[in-house]
């Protein structure tokens, strides 16, 4: 099993910046990868940002050259680095894992706001 502590968001202003921080813990050497999802509210999660256990990335086009995801070996925790933020950035924000035998983690998720 594997569990998700994901954190860091809040309020913020258009063109300002957050970091979402995800610890993770328990059997870590069965993950494959890890990303980043949101839902806003009425809306379908969606996968923001991927990163493989090799250190590939992945990144939805809404994202892409803003928001930079990120990790920590030593200290078991994903980042999601997220600048130039738009008010359409705004949804919960959640940490996932896909393990080698394709199980899935969640995190309880965080909430950005992004005012204009």
């Known amino acids: 099993q594997v569990q998700l502590v994901d954190s860091g968001g809040g309020w913020v202003q258009a063109g300002g910046s957050l970091r979402l921080s995800c610890k993770v813990s328990?059997?870590?050497?069965?993950?494959?990868?890890m990303g980043w999802y949101r839902q806003a509210p009425g809306k379908q999660r969606e996968l923001v940002a991927g990163?493989?256990?090799?250190?590939?990335?992945d990144y939805a086009d809404s994202v892409k050259g803003r928001f930079t995801i990120s990790r920590d070996i030593a200290e078991n925790t994903v980042y999601l680095q997220m600048n130039s933020l738009r008010p359409e950035d705004t949804a919960v924000y959640y940490c996932?894992?896909?393990?080698?035998?394709?199980?899935?983690?969640w995190g309880k998720g965080t909430l950005v706001t992004v005012s204009s």
């Open positions: 996932n894992t896909l393990t080698y035998n394709n199980a899935t983690y």
């Open positions: 328990g059997n870590i050497f069965s993950i494959s990868t």
């Open positions: 990163i493989t256990r090799r250190g590939s990335t």
